[in-house]
């Protein structure tokens, strides 16, 4: 593999892992602010959706192959939320209001499916920035200044 091809590979994945980002971004702003908006009482389970990407990524070590998992997970943990929020007794005896429920997780879902799907790219690529191992790389450095290495 050439030095040129090498560096459109990082372009190409660094390019992805940030149109990611930015996606889950403008997902989870959208959510805050139409949470917000609306003020029905429904907003923890959309929190907690959130704060399962927060989670993920962490979890994940910021590797966009890991962050890719997470976004689907996040999207049927979406689509959950949406699905006991449309089947709530409160909600249900209001004509539409079930079907506006499923609508709104099912618009949601799909932005964490894209951002997802910009990991997966960025992931066949190499990893954001085109180092495939940061986190392995770190724990071998700190492994051996403990050793004396």
Do not use: H
Not at 60 to 69: K, S
Not at 129 to 148: D, F, M, S
Request: positive net charge.
């Amino acid at each position: 593999m050439t030095a040129s091809n090498k560096l459109s590979r990082a372009g190409a994945a660094s390019r992805a892992y940030r149109a990611g980002v930015a996606v889950a971004v403008v997902a989870s702003f959208l959510t805050v602010w139409t949470t917000i908006v609306r003020d029905d009482g429904n907003g923890v389970g959309f929190f907690m959706v959130i704060m399962a990407v927060a989670v993920g990524w962490f979890a994940a070590g910021f590797r966009a192959a890991g962050m890719a998992r997470t976004m689907i997970g996040v999207a049927v943990m979406q689509e959950a939320v949406g699905a006991l929020i449309a089947t709530a007794p409160t909600v249900s005896k209001v004509p539409g209001e079930s079907m506006k429920a499923l609508l709104f997780s099912t618009f949601f879902a799909g932005l964490w499916l894209v951002s997802g799907a910009f990991f997966r790219s960025a992931a066949k690529c190499g990893e954001a920035g085109g180092n495939p191992q940061p986190l392995a790389a770190r724990r071998a450095r700190i492994t051996r200044k403990v050793n004396g290495a």
